[in-house]
Structures are given as C-alpha cells and as structure tokens.
C-alpha cells in the first residue's frame, strides 16, 4: 500500500473509533486528525471536509462488508445461491468493529444526504447480485431481507429468537437449488 493510500486508510480508521465514542456530531475533523497522526491539512488533502470523511467511512464499510462477501461465495462451491448464501451469513456474522460503526452511522446519517445515495447505489448493486445468483429472485429477495431484519435485531441489541439456528438453516437452505427452483412461480405457456 502506498503512503497515500496508508494516510487516507489511517484517517479512516481514526474516524471510526471517534465515531463509535462520540457519534457522527461529536468527530470533529481535529480530532480526527490527531488521532490519525496527520495534520489537519493533510486530512483535508484526502477529504475536503467533514461531510467527505463520513462518506468515506460509509465506503469503506461498504466495500469491506463486499470482501467479506465475496471470500465467503469463493468458500462456498456450491451453485447457484452462493452470492445469496455468502451475503447471508456476512450479514448474520459481522465483525465487532463493523457492527459499532454501523450502529454509530445510522443513528446519525440522515443529516448527510449524500450518504443515502451511496447506501443506495450499493444496495441496488446487492440486489442485482442476488437476482443473478442462479435462484428464483423472490427466493433472494425472502433470504436477504430476512437476513437483514435478524442482522438489524442484533445491532439494537434484542435477544436472538429461541429458534435462530433453525430460521438460518432454513434460509440457507432456501437458496439450494432444488428448494429453490420448486418455489418458482410456474411458467404460463
């Protein structure tokens, strides 16, 4: 990694432990700057302001959250659903620090309108991903939002049901094949 791409990727990581502390509100682009060992001006050189760091932060999660993603699909030999699978357990399984962040931005990221631009464009690149994985759409659809809603009860902190493990498996196995070409709408001829 280059030395810019260090900075940029320093400053980031500086960013989201204050945000994790102190909320979106709270970071002062200083404070950044000094956790980050950079000057105020070098920040600046990456980010032209604050509004400009919180999106970075925004797709830096992204992007990880879409590694974390793909090295589970590559895990998985099994198709189609793999993209499915691997995007329901990157969601059911977050790393602790990802978690924190996530929990800090949203609580906070309806001040900044770009931000729903960009969580929207990588959501809508998810969904043509899931549509694409080899399996009834709808099928995707059920999966990824069922994910979702077991994914958002764990950030806010609500127990997991006393049945979670069956409800994943059951999800999981939504996405093989068979399970999932018999829940196809029939073709009219």
Request: glycine share 6%; proline share 5%; hydrophobic share 45%.
């Amino acid at each position: 990694m280059r030395q810019p791409e260090r900075t940029k990727a320093a400053i980031l990581a500086a960013a989201e432990l204050i945000l994790i502390k102190k909320g979106l509100r709270g970071m002062t682009l200083e404070e950044v700057a000094a956790a980050a060992a950079v000057s105020k001006g070098g920040l600046l050189h990456h980010f032209a302001g604050k509004d400009e760091l919180i999106l970075g932060i925004l797709e830096r999660q992204m992007s990880e959250f879409e590694q974390d993603v793909e090295r589970r699909r590559q895990e998985d030999p099994a198709e189609p659903g793999a993209y499915t699978r691997a995007f329901l357990r990157a969601n059911l399984e977050p790393d602790e620090h990802a978690s924190k962040v996530c929990i800090a931005f949203l609580s906070e990221s309806r001040t900044i309108p770009a931000s729903l631009a960009v969580a929207q464009q990588h959501c809508n690149a998810w969904r043509q991903r899931l549509e694409n994985d080899g399996i009834d759409p709808v099928v995707a659809a059920i999966v990824r939002y069922a994910g979702d809603g077991l994914m958002f009860s764990a950030l806010w902190g609500m127990p997991k049901p006393d049945n979670y493990d069956a409800i994943v498996e059951r999800l999981l196995q939504l996405t093989q094949a068979a399970d999932a070409k018999c829940l196809q709408a029939p073709s009219t001829v």
